[in-house]
């Protein structure tokens, strides 16, 4: 049986935790790492999210945009749910 520390993951404020672990994972199994590609560099950020004027530019351009605002009225998210 494998253990699982679903206790400690509840008493952390880790809000993403898929974003570490997946790439962490890929690299302690081998897997090859590399960065974003340079065109993508622009709309991959942390701290700020990008605002509709942003993503409409990027949908040129990009499949993948980070951060967008975690609220349904947000107008770059609502753009991106009606592509």
Same mark, same amino acid.
């Given at each position: %049986?494998?253990? $699982? +520390?679903?206790?400690?993951?509840?008493?952390?404020?880790?809000?993403? /935790?898929?974003?570490? !672990?997946?790439?962490? /994972?890929?690299?302690?199994?081998?897997? %090859? /790492?590399? *960065?974003? +590609?340079? #065109?993508?560099?622009?709309?991959? @950020? /942390?701290? !700020? *999210?990008?605002?509709?004027?942003? $993503?409409?530019?990027?949908?040129?351009? $990009?499949?993948?945009?980070? *951060?967008?605002? @975690?609220?349904? #009225?947000? +107008?770059?998210?609502?753009?991106?749910? #009606?592509?």
């Amino acid at each position: %049986m494998r253990y $699982v +520390p679903t206790a400690e993951f509840a008493r952390t404020n880790v809000f993403a /935790l898929e974003e570490i !672990l997946y790439g962490t /994972l890929a690299a302690k199994c081998g897997g %090859m /790492l590399r *960065p974003y +590609p340079e #065109d993508e560099v622009a709309f991959v @950020r /942390l701290g !700020l *999210p990008l605002s509709v004027e942003e $993503v409409v530019e990027a949908k040129e351009q $990009v499949y993948f945009v980070h *951060p967008i605002e @975690r609220r349904l #009225d947000n +107008p770059a998210r609502s753009f991106i749910s #009606d592509c």
